[in-house]
């Protein structure tokens, strides 16, 4: 079935939505098998938070915003769900904040790399990271353990979507500024973030650039500050009871 076979009034239309373009995804060779869990995974957590953008998560991607725009150098993280979800959409957040694109993938192949790669360039990206993979995260196995040493391996700060917690905690260790965009709160990746983003990726990047456009005037000191006022744990917690209570927070 394709997007356009489910009728807008079915009032689970977005999340049906976001299946079909994963499971479009796995038939690409752009998606894994694991991301098909990992999307179920996402959806129960945004069934729980309301399936909207809580004013914690909307606060969080207004500071990862900032973030981007006073980094020497952002890197955004795609795996296969951003790719197949966001494509378009991540494509824009990096040519309005000026970060780079960089494939990085759990279960790693060079066609998966390639065909994600490939995807990104038909949504308009002009450079698309990931191929090289000549340098390496330490303390983790070797497969997951690559990146480019111009891109993620140089980068100060990453945005790293849907990220697994092994990956997330050995490059929070590398002293790189990391922005978490995870619907569980409770996940590891979340945990470690500097920006733990407690929204669905479909939400959060249009977000964000958003956030980015209305912010790319502002001075770096003014920016600095919203950065410094920013408490990674109380998004974490108002996130948390936001699913306990059904309360926006
Ligand atoms: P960790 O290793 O960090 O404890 P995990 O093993 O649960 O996490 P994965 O299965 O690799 O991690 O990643 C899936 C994560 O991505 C889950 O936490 C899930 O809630 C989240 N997720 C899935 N789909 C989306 C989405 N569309 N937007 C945001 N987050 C999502």
């Known amino acids: ?10 009032p689970r239309y977005e999340s049906l939505l976001t299946r079909h373009r994963i499971e479009d995804g796995v038939e690409k060779g752009i998606t894994s098998q694991q991301g098909l869990i990992a999307q179920g995974r996402g959806e129960a957590f945004d069934y729980l938070l309301g399936e909207r953008t809580i004013e914690s998560a909307d606060r969080a991607e207004r500071v990862a915003a900032a973030h981007l725009l006073v980094a020497d150098h952002s890197v955004i993280s795609v795996n296969g769900n951003v790719a197949a979800l966001v494509p378009g959409e991540i494509v824009e957040l990096a040519e309005v904040t ?3 694109l960089e494939v990085n993938l759990f279960n790693r192949t060079e066609e998966r790399i390639e065909a994600i790669a490939e995807h990104l360039r038909e949504h308009g990206a002009s450079e698309v990271k990931g191929m090289a993979a000549d340098a390496r995260i330490p303390g983790l196995d070797h497969e997951r353990a690559k990146v ?25 260790e590398m002293g790189k500024t990391e922005i978490v965009i995870d619907l ?10 500097a920006v733990p983003i407690v929204d669905n990726v479909l939400r959060a990047v249009p977000n964000m650039t958003e956030h980015a456009q209305s912010l790319r005037d502002r001075s770096t000191g003014e920016l600095q500050e919203m950065i410094d006022e920013f408490d990674p744990d109380e998004t974490l917690a108002a996130a948390e009871e936001a699913i306990r209570t059904g309360e926006v927070a």
Request: net charge negative; charged share 30%; aromatic share 0%.
């Open 1 to 10: 079935m394709s997007d356009v076979d489910v009728p807008e009034s079915h």
């Open 98 to 100: 000026g970060a780079d």
């Open 148 to 172: 480019d040493a111009d891109g993620i391996g140089d980068a100060d700060t990453v945005v790293v979507p849907l990220e697994d917690g092994d990956r997330a905690e050995a490059l929070g």
């Open 184 to 193: 569980n709160p409770l996940s590891r990746s979340a945990q470690v973030a």
